[in-house]
T-cell receptor, first 114, second 112 residues
């Protein structure tokens, strides 16, 4: 186990709704990255948070947003859900680059959009 | 753009045999690589990593080889066990970058 926890484990929403996913990082890790993993594919980088600010973003629209809190936990918010948002959402924690940048993943939240 | 790919989408091996999973990457600026194992319904699990100043790194039953000349990475699993059955991803990263780039994965099936 990595010590990274995510909630909820599963979630079902309908198109147009909004969703918030949560992540608690491994003890001592101040950097949190979020990835989207569609079925049968590798994870795709959404964004990273460091010191409560966005620290890099992948090719995802603005309706994907996030927060990081002083205790380093993080939220991923997705507005105006689309069917293609159905995926496993993974959170990974790490120390900041470049010294120790190994990313350790949580179990993920399975989001289904109907 | 940068990409990480795998030569074989599926690999079946007999229990006790050695497994070799291959990966090609295209970003010559990547200098840190990780192999992850993902079991059904779980998040990716760190297996082993290697930095670009090394060609080989060994762990417990696993070895990662890096060939920077041809931008190729491989994961060798010795004495493959049923518990090794999973999808394996290689992931690459630049030292000043924030994210890892993952390939599509290789499913390893261990036959009894």
């Amino acid at each position: 186990e990595t010590g990274v926890t995510q909630s909820p484990t599963h979630l079902i929403k309908t198109r147009g709704q909004q969703v918030t996913l949560r992540c608690s990082s491994q003890s001592g890790h101040n950097t949190v990255s979020w990835y989207q993993q569609a079925l049968g594919q590798g994870p795709q980088f959404i964004f990273q948070y460091y010191r409560e600010e966005e620290n890099g973003r992948g090719n995802f629209p603005p309706r994907f947003s996030g927060l990081q809190f002083p205790n380093y936990s993080s939220e991923l918010n997705v507005n105006a859900l689309e069917l293609d948002d159905s995926a496993l959402y993974l959170c990974a924690s790490s120390l900041p680059s470049p010294s120790t940048d190994t990313q350790y993943f949580g179990p993920g939240t399975r989001l289904t959009v109907l | 753009g940068e990409s990480v790919g795998l030569h074989l989408p599926t690999l079946s091996v007999q229990e006790g045999d050695n497994s070799i999973i291959n990966c090609a990457y295209s970003n010559s600026a990547s200098d840190y690589f990780i192999w992850y194992k993902q079991e059904s319904g779980k998040g990716p699990q760190f297996i082993i990593d290697i930095r670009s100043n090394m060609d080989k790194r060994q762990g417990q039953r696993v070895t990662v080889l890096l060939n920077k000349t041809v931008k190729h990475l491989s994961l060798q699993i010795a004495a493959t066990q049923p518990g090794d059955s999973a999808v394996y991803f290689c992931a690459e990263k630049e030292s000043n970058g924030q994210n890892f780039v993952f390939g599509p994965g290789t499913r390893l099936s261990v036959l009894p």
